[in-house]
């Protein structure tokens, strides 16, 4: 067993922790504010490499190990997680092509996003299907070479601005799980809309809409897998992205933490600096703590993928552990900072802000726990 | 015309990191000290990669000297770009004239058309090596190379060089920060550039060239295979930090100042 970082995964994330200290961090108090998509800084990070970073080297990616993408994924976060989730963004749609595409459609549906600046939306969760991703309604009839995709996709991260879309749909919503598959949208097909950008709590900078289909023909290639597989390509996914969901988690906390050291050692009360008291202190230590259980676990989640392991439990742990962690950690660091922590003028709330949402994407809380507890109860 | 450019890239301290001095003042505490890459190497490294970029490709070879953990800021060159990586093997104290005098026998060896150093490393911002080296070798030198254009003018953008080659290789032109502003000189190759911190901005090592920077070359020599004295002609005696500055004062008007700067300062 061995817990250091390789010199090839230390050069990685020194990369991305220079482009979050120089090009994220100084501009995601703006975004936040606006809530305009930056999308000119998500551009410099696909020059560097910093996404699409899952793309077979046979299809031009570079085919980064899960452990690698997970240390980047927590500088992006720590440069700002809203940037991070449009970032990221990209993965999570390319990854059921990736897993299940054939050799074709991964040529057609990945090489592009190597040659150029493109971006991609993952589109499963609607309107009336969260959590239940099983009662997902919105439906392809097949006709001949393709199929008609009816229906709604809804906090569709990047929707307003992707090239392409991996969207989930079903034969027949009374088939629940088993009706579902996966097709890619190409651009903006006749009959497909996009709605306006949601007015979010945090994560402000990522783009967030909904996706209407109303009669859009897609081609009977661009079904990746069968009819039917839909279900498990969309939790091999979310198996294979939770990971850095909850390293986003350990990024944002680490912000929150570093906030909270340099402002307990200056502000002075009672004549001396607040880093001082003990119930300052307290807070603090259980913010590094846990922020680095949470590093931990969460590497071990990524590594179990790199081996070849089901890393359904030990993700949703991660995920589970490194999100609720992350909430209290930024509540704590605003805490800290009193009056002003709560102030806009200062970095930690926006940081509580994003914490709260990397409680309810991918997965919420309570579905990492029931995932767990039925992964530990099942069989006997 | 394929251009050829040796670069160096020393292995320093972070500047970001706080620097202690050992409690027997014989040297700095290294223990959990973060090194990089020297940013003025780094500003070489660029600046070679730019000029091939310009004149249809060629070779960047970048050297450094030090026991295996160079190899960390060898790998960010070629990260960036380098084509090549050249390792002197050394362990303990270098002197000057043994880092000049290894570049000098790699350059007989690699026969590069253009050297690029930094002006300085940050650790103890010597500035003598690039000097040593043009003299020993016979090359033309122009120190402390900058240019006209900021750095958010859209040259740097567009990542265009600041060094002026002639077409031919013949001649290099180098603006050069002096003490009055800039100057600007024109040097016959094969020449030795220092590089200032104006010179431009260091890309960042991109995900794929760091994927890709582990399949290139690193060649291992030692001073004595290169036939230079690697002992050290300087011993560091004492190491001290510089006193801690005192605490300045209010005055409560210009008179008060100006009495202060006559009774105590004697700066008037």
């Not at chain 2, 690029?116 to 402390?144: P, R």
């Amino acid at each position: 067993m061995n817990f250091d970082l390789t010199d090839d995964l230390k050069a990685l994330q020194e990369t991305a922790r220079k482009f979050g200290r120089e090009v994220m961090r100084p501009k995601a108090a703006h975004y936040d504010e606006t809530g305009h998509f930056p999308k000119e800084i998500i551009q410099q990070a696909w020059e560097l490499g910093l996404i699409n970073m899952t793309i077979p080297q046979a299809n031009g990616g570079i085919e980064l190990s899960h452990l690698a993408q997970a240390v980047v994924a927590e500088e992006l976060a720590w440069g700002c997680s809203g940037m991070a989730t449009s970032m990221i963004a990209n993965d999570l749609a390319l990854l059921p092509i990736v897993l299940a595409g054939t050799p074709e459609q991964k040529e057609k549906f990945l090489r592009p996003f190597t040659e150029k600046f493109l971006l991609a939306s993952f589109g499963l969760t609607e309107p009336g299907a969260g959590s239940d991703v099983a009662g997902m309604r919105c439906t392809a009839r097949r006709e001949g070479d393709h199929y008609v995709l009816n229906g709604q996709k809804q906090w569709i991260t990047n929707g307003e601005y992707a090239d392409q879309y991996s969207i989930f749909c079903t034969t027949d919503p009374a088939k629940k799980h088993k009706g579902i598959m996966c097709l890619v949208v190409q651009g903006r097909p006749k009959g497909f809309t996009v709605g306006k950008h949601e007015n979010k709590m945090g994560q402000r900078a990522s783009n967030t809409v909904t996706l209407t289909f109303e009669d859009v023909k897609v081609p009977v290639e661009n079904r990746i897998g069968q009819e039917g597989e839909g279900f498990l390509i969309a939790m091999n996914t979310l198996d294979n992205s939770r990971p850095l969901t909850a390293m986003f988690a350990v990024g944002n906390a680490r912000a929150a933490m570093e906030h909270a050291i340099d402002y307990a050692k200056q502000r002075q009360q009672f004549g001396k600096p607040i880093a001082d008291f003990q119930g300052i202190q307290f807070l603090i230590a259980d913010m590094a703590a846990e922020t680095h259980a949470a590093r931990l676990l969460t590497y071990q989640s990524a590594w179990m993928l790199d081996a070849g392991q089901r890393n359904t439990l030990v993700s949703s742990y991660a995920k589970r552990f490194a999100a609720d962690m992350a909430m209290k950690a930024t509540t704590d660091a605003v805490q800290i900072f009193g009056g002003y922590g709560y102030s806009k003028e200062y970095p930690v709330e926006k940081l509580m802000r994003d914490a709260k949402l990397i409680q309810i994407y991918e997965g919420t809380s309570q579905v990492q726990r029931l995932v767990i507890a039925r992964e530990l109860l099942k069989g006997s | 015309m394929p251009i050829k450019i040796l670069v160096t890239a020393k292995r320093v301290e972070d500047y970001e990191s706080k620097i202690k001095v050992n409690a027997q003042g014989t040297g700095i505490v290294q223990e959990g000290l973060k090194y990089k890459i020297n940013p003025f190497d780094e500003i070489g490294v660029e600046e070679a990669l730019r000029l091939v970029a310009k004149h249809g490709g060629g070779e960047v070879v970048v050297v450094s000297i030090g026991t295996k953990d160079v190899h960390e800021q060898l790998r960010h060159a070629l990260a960036m770009g380098a084509t090549k990586a050249i390792w002197v093997n050394h362990t303990g104290p270098l002197d000057q004239m043994t880092v000049a005098g290894c570049l000098q026998k790699l350059i007989e060896k690699e026969k590069p058309h253009l050297a690029i150093l930094g002006k300085q490393s940050i650790d103890d911002d010597q500035n003598q090596v690039g000097q040593y080296l043009a003299e020993w070798l016979g090359w033309s030198q122009a120190t402390f190379a900058s240019k006209e254009e900021s750095l958010e003018s859209e040259a740097e953008k567009t990542k265009q060089p600041a060094l002026k080659l002639a077409a031919d290789l013949s001649t290099i032109t180098v603006v050069r920060e002096v003490d009055g502003g800039l100057e600007t000189v024109e040097c016959t190759m094969p020449c030795v550039v220092t590089t200032d911190l104006r010179l431009n901005q260091p890309r960042y090592a991109s995900l794929p060239g760091i994927m890709k920077a582990k399949s290139k070359p690193i060649e291992e020599h030692t001073p004595a295979s290169l036939g230079v004295d690697g002992a050290s002609k300087i011993a560091v005696t004492k190491m001290e930090l510089p006193p801690a500055r005192k605490a300045g004062i209010k005055v409560p008007d210009v008179a008060a100042l100006v009495d202060k700067l006559k009774t105590e300062a004697k700066a008037l």
